[in-house]
């Protein structure tokens, strides 16, 4: 079973800018998609972005499109999510997540996902 660490969450104000990390441990890091969702108080999970383990491939909510940049080091098993231009809406609980199986193309869905950190707050204030 994977490892995973997230960090870089804080308190922020509307228009700035954020960059997490998530860093795995346990799998052979460089054969796995990574995806980060995010879970805000009374709402279900929800996907953000994803990147294969390709690292050209990625994916992206409509919502964080054009704002969020997912990115991965496979020589420091890490993957990050630099987010920009934050808005209110975007506070929640970020977690970073990775599917049980190597090459395999997870999409969007949070129970294709076998293995989650425990998650980063971010909060953005008006």
């Known amino acids: 079973q994977a490892l995973i660490l997230e960090s870089g969450g804080g308190l922020v104000q509307a228009g700035d800018s954020l960059r997490l990390s998530c860093v795995v441990s346990?799998?052979?890091?460089?054969?796995?998609?990574l995806g980060w969702f995010r879970q805000a108080p009374g709402k279900d999970r929800e996907f953000v972005a994803l990147?294969?383990?390709?690292?050209?491939?990625?994916d992206y909510a409509n919502s964080v499109k054009g704002r969020f940049t997912i990115a991965r080091d496979n020589a420091k098993n890490a993957v990050y999510l630099q987010m920009n231009s934050l808005k209110p809406e975007d506070s929640a609980i970020y977690y970073c997540?990775?599917?049980?199986?190597?090459?395999?193309?997870?999409?969007?869905?949070?129970?294709?996902?076998?293995?989650w950190g425990r998650g980063t707050q971010v909060t953005v204030s008006s």
């Open positions: 346990g799998r052979t890091f460089s054969n796995y998609a």
């Open positions: 997540a990775m599917p049980d199986r190597e090459h395999y193309y997870p999409g969007r869905r949070a129970d294709e996902y076998g293995d």
């Open positions: 990147i294969l383990w390709s690292a050209e491939n990625t």
